[in-house]
């Protein structure tokens, strides 16, 4: 499937470049390479899921339209994937969603349904719209079409390590529901047996890190009071979960903190704009060290779509 | 001379990405690619040149160390080529550069020397360290092996539109000493002939534009005053003019808004960092469209090596 969405993929999607910099590397204390998925059409990983379920729909499905629930980088892949497609799609969002996000996901050709997160129930509206238009829906993470399109991402890790001479770490990803860590926890079992995949989240947003640690599923007390918004999941998902207790080493937990410095540090030493669910790999590989081994770490920046505002005072604190 | 470069930057130098954004594509009306240097080795398309200067010397001349004059990105990528290849550097920055422009050149490798601009010369004190140590001079732009380096970029371009099924375009990129606008267009001349590049520069320094205009060679009023610090040239190379003067169309020059308001841009749909004097050209491509035919256009970003403050200030006008 993964070979298959890869394909599928091709030319619509693109191949990000690794990244590095001596002085992240000396830093760490070992090389450090960022996959800049940041780079991605829309800003996101996501664009590959979503690219990969419109394109594995039958046509005669597909055409119909798509319809996600999404307040941020998903509704964004879906609604461009499915531009492109030339089908129409309908997002789901709640009315208090950051406005840049509901305004970027109608430009990139979706129609946004809003809802009140107090009175209203959105899987009830999607019902209803899916059943009277017959749309299909993508799931964020526990869809194996979305799935197989995150992990093209590992397969592209497994290729640029190669020719950095690189043949086992550990590979850093940031996790909200699980698609893009088992998704690359599946591809580099494949291709790149020597890498182990490592779950990364914010400090009390560690579901999957507990969950792995527990042997069974938990969940986030809370969901509310991140800035890392982008992974904050209830808990891992049913079909990724499984995946990652198979393949995937210990989780990492870091700091807001670190998050910060990271993203600053991505930006004097990388020259690219992480979010801050985007960068908690990387402050893992940054400031985490002793959880780490071997003399090579890839950190996943999964995201860019960050707030200015944000931004301008992560810089100002640690640029 | 480009393609023997091209072989030897291979595995050493980024193939950089090729941007877009469908924001971007309907502020300029027709779209709009950005070369994403400001991702290449030391923040800058200038680890090229340094790289392929410093591999195109014999070994015998290369292993004694070379030596450059630069406040900036020039600095960094030899410095970096050079401790790559295992042998010294000296770079020669007046006392007054900035700060981390010193740190990060020693931080690459470099001995760096100091000189006061007001009362060193620092031909003497250049030409003094050369004739000691025998290492040998690289000089920013009017040096066919550094040309060849920076040419290797346009190889990249060709290839890349052809992917994106571009074939006629203006190639607009920032232009100091031409170094990189010249090789560009020399490569392209080979490889994709319905390319034209176009030399862009900030408004008061476009010495290029002006020269290419009055068919010789004219300065710039001032050297000083600009945030596009690392294109400000007095006027354009002895080489590279008549290669430009027989390849490239008309320049175009940017105002300084313009130039942060691409920074905004830039951070906030492509998600790269990039400095004011690499933003030039994609200002170009925004916000002078009048200027540019056909219905695609790519904009060298060819640097990301900004201060963090400055970068700030313009997210805040502008982000």
Same mark, same amino acid.
């Given at each position: ?30 090389? /450090? ?25 039958? !046509? ?29 799609? /309908? ?21 946004? /349904? ?59 990803? !940031? ?21 182990? /995949? ?35 999941? !209830? ?6 979960? !499984? ?77």
């Amino acid at each position: 499937m993964i070979v298959a969405a890869r394909s599928r993929l091709q030319g619509h999607a693109r191949r990000t470049p690794l990244l590095s910099s001596p002085f992240l590397d000396e830093m760490a204390g070992r090389r /450090v390479f960022a996959k800049a998925e940041c780079l991605q059409h829309t800003g996101s990983f996501k664009f590959r899921g979503g690219w990969s379920a419109l394109s594995g729909l039958a !046509p005669e499905v597909r055409t119909r339209g798509v319809i996600a629930f999404s307040s941020g980088n998903h509704a964004q892949g879906v609604a461009l994937a499915a531009t492109r497609h030339g089908v129409p799609s /309908v997002i789901i969002m709640p009315s208090d969603a950051p406005k840049l996000k509901i305004e970027n996901t109608r430009a990139f050709g979706a129609e946004v /349904v809003l809802y009140d997160r107090g009175t209203e129930d959105r899987d009830a509206i999607g019902a209803r719209l899916s059943e009277e238009r017959g749309l299909t829906l993508i799931r964020p993470f526990d869809e194996p079409l979305v799935i197989a399109g995150q992990a093209t991402t590992g397969l592209e890790i497994a290729e640029q390590a190669e020719e950095e001479g690189i043949t086992t770490a550990d590979v850093l990803v !940031p996790c909200g529901g699980g698609g893009l860590s088992s998704g690359i926890a599946l591809a580099l079992e494949a291709t790149a047996p020597g890498f182990t /995949v490592r779950p990364c989240e914010p400090e009390g947003f560690d579901d999957t890190t507990r969950s792995l640690a527990a042997g069974k599923i938990v969940r986030n007390a809370t969901m509310t009071g991140s800035i890392c918004d982008a992974i904050v999941t !209830p808990e891992p998902g049913r079909i990724t979960f !499984p995946i990652l207790q198979r393949l995937a080493g210990s989780g990492i937990a870091v700091t807001e903190e670190e998050v910060l410095r990271a993203m600053a540090l991505a930006f004097k030493r990388l020259k690219i704009v992480v979010e801050p669910g985007g960068a908690v790999a990387l402050a893992a590989a940054l400031f985490h060290g002793a959880a780490i081994e071997g003399d090579a770490v890839i950190a996943v920046t999964s995201g860019g779509n960050v707030d200015t505002d944000l931004f301008a005072a992560a810089l100002r604190r640690f640029g």
